[in-house]
């Protein structure tokens, strides 16, 4: 699977959200499949079919919040569930650990 993190999601304005879902059903060469609140970053978890171009999603993605600085956008090469944690791999390499 493939992921996009979207820090900072749940700050922006209802309406915004609205549009944001309209914008990703668009896309027919990426569609996410599952979306995951991460509350304690007030973030946006989604995935994505094995198949899609990630990067051309992410690119998409950003530009969709380009006007919100708020709001960052990254790639999550792996998620590892560990006992009752989720640990979220960046591009990186970089961690997070996510209580469940």
């Known amino acids: 699977m493939k992921y996009i993190y979207i820090k900072n999601y749940l700050l922006i304005p209802r309406e915004d959200k609205l549009e944001f879902f309209k914008f990703l059903g668009v ?18 978890l989604l995935e994505f079919e094995d198949n899609p171009d990630i990067k051309l ?3 998409s993605i950003e530009k969709f919040f380009a006007n919100n ?13 560990d006992k009752n944690e989720f640990i979220l791999i960046w591009e990186d390499d970089t961690q997070k650990r996510i209580k469940l």
């Open 27 to 44: 896309f027919k060469s990426f569609k996410a499949i599952k979306q995951k609140i991460v509350l304690d970053e007030n973030s946006l």
């Open 57 to 59: 999603a992410r690119e």
């Open 69 to 81: 600085d708020d709001v960052d956008i990254s790639i999550i090469k792996d998620i590892v569930k």
